[in-house]
């Protein structure tokens, strides 16, 4: 493992992370391959961003203008957060040249180029590891590389939610397919492909050889449909979303209250949860029609339509807050359900893990998506913000043994651009 002061991490705890030490060059476009990167740097790694000239695409939409500051861009910052970025023209010898020299000191190289163009860029890993035999290549592709359209590109909206049936599974009665949230594959992708990283590291411990790690977003959207998935692939039928009445328990379903809040009844057993829910519901009555004695799972099942109606009129008796104070008191498992716009300004929320903030350098406050693993209770390494396009160029090369006649060089060749030499930082941010 290379030297962990070379590049030093900015932060006191980071010593202390699971991942204190390793070193990530990341080149992404958009999100999978820098969600991942940032999973990996709130674990402790060190994240170097190399970006094309004028910087990762993903920069620009949404971009919002703060006093005396850096633009934020807050779709950017959750993907990019925790890391350093060097500005390299890879189409140019001497770019890719200094790219190696960063490759020869990391444990870890993440990408979402395209196959074709990481061939283009020998940036393969057959090549990669010819030369770095320790480097682990964790590759996202938009499908698998063992596919015949390994090849071809895709966004999230394609391989993850369009091909691999997701969007099907969600459609409305008409079949018309419904948008998917931002980045919604992405990150399932990135987070995967995190966990496949830090097994790598592992098994490297044990061969002293690096690996090749991939998934794709095609992969990742057939993973989280595997319950559905599964069942065609043995004979049976998928579960499509969207009704209620096609629930396969139906005790597992929504309602709507009498202050128009919907809830979420999670009664997964009721076979043995039956006299629970009767009494939270005020209805033992229920017990007494043979179509749903005792709860049992088959019965509930074929009576569902009749049984869903005597439901909704019982949920539609009390507002969603006597709602829970009754299923709560008996234990029943369900939650309310919420707009994005009151999940995110709940305070349980922004006091648990979920939600991260901090203050930059310029005193600009910023708030963002933590990443979702916890190590002892906390997220293990506070996040900086994500750095404008190249502002680390001249510190990261520096200390790759690029020096002042070679910088010079590197931009009369035209594979660095002197602007973010000029306007780049000494160091690396330090977590505020």
Not at 24 to 49: N, S, Y
Not at 82 to 103: K, P, Q, T
Not at 140 to 152: F, H, K, T, V
Not at 396 to 422: N, S, W
Request: charge should be negative; glycine fraction near 12%; hydrophobic fraction near 40%.
């Amino acid at each position: 493992m290379p030297d962990a002061t070379a590049y030093p991490m900015g932060d006191e705890e980071a010593g202390q992370a699971p991942l204190a030490g390793v070193r990530i060059i990341e080149i992404g476009r958009f999100a999978a391959g820098p969600a991942c990167a940032t999973v990996l740097a709130d674990w402790g790694a060190d994240v170097i961003k190399v970006e094309p000239p004028g910087g990762d695409p993903a920069r620009g939409p949404g971009s919002l203008e703060r006093d005396g500051a850096p633009p934020v861009n807050p779709r950017f910052e959750v993907h990019n957060r925790s890391r350093r970025s060097v500005v390299l023209d890879l189409r140019i010898d001497r770019g890719r040249a200094a790219l190696d020299r960063l490759l020869a000191t990391a444990d870890v190289f993440v990408t979402n180029l395209s196959p074709g163009a990481l061939e283009r860029l020998e940036l393969d890993a057959a090549t990669l590891r010819e030369r770095h035999p320790r480097l682990i290549v964790a590759q996202i592709s938009g499908y698998d590389l063992a596919s015949p359209l390994a090849g071809r590109r895709s966004y999230d909206h394609g391989a993850y939610w369009s091909y691999s049936g997701a969007a099907s599974l969600f459609a409305g009665p008409d079949g018309e397919p419904p948008q998917p949230a931002g980045g919604f594959g992405d990150r399932a992708a990135g987070s995967a492909l995190a966990g496949a990283v830090a097994a790598a590291l592992f098994a490297r411990q044990r061969t002293g050889t690096g690996g090749h790690v991939t998934t794709s977003l095609a992969a990742t959207g057939m993973w989280l449909m595997a319950s559905d998935a599964g069942d065609l692939l043995n004979g049976g039928r998928a579960h499509r979303a969207g009704g209620r009445d096609t629930a396969p328990i139906p005790t597992v379903n929504c309602f709507r209250t009498a202050d128009a809040r919907w809830l979420w009844l999670q009664v997964m057993t009721p076979d043995r949860d039956w006299d629970r829910l009767l009494d939270a519901l005020g209805a033992p009555w229920l017990d007494e029609d043979p179509r749903f004695r005792g709860g049992d799972p088959a019965r509930l099942r074929a009576n569902r339509t009749a049984l869903l109606e005597l439901l909704d009129e019982l949920f539609r008796e009390r507002p969603l807050a006597e709602w829970a104070d009754r299923l709560g008191a008996r234990r029943l498992v369900w939650a309310p359900v919420r707009g994005l716009e009151e999940a995110v300004a709940d305070p349980e929320v922004r006091a648990g893990s979920a939600v991260v903030e901090f203050d930059d350098e310029f005193g600009v406050r910023h708030v963002s998506v933590n990443t979702p693993c916890l190590f002892d209770g906390a997220t293990p390494r506070p996040p900086t913000r994500a750095p404008e396009a190249g502002e680390d160029t001249r510190a990261v090369l520096a200390a790759a043994g690029i020096g002042e006649a070679e910088l010079a060089e590197l931009t009369e060749a035209g594979a660095i651009d002197a602007g973010a030499l000029d306007s780049g930082s000494t160091g690396p941010r330090g977590a505020l």
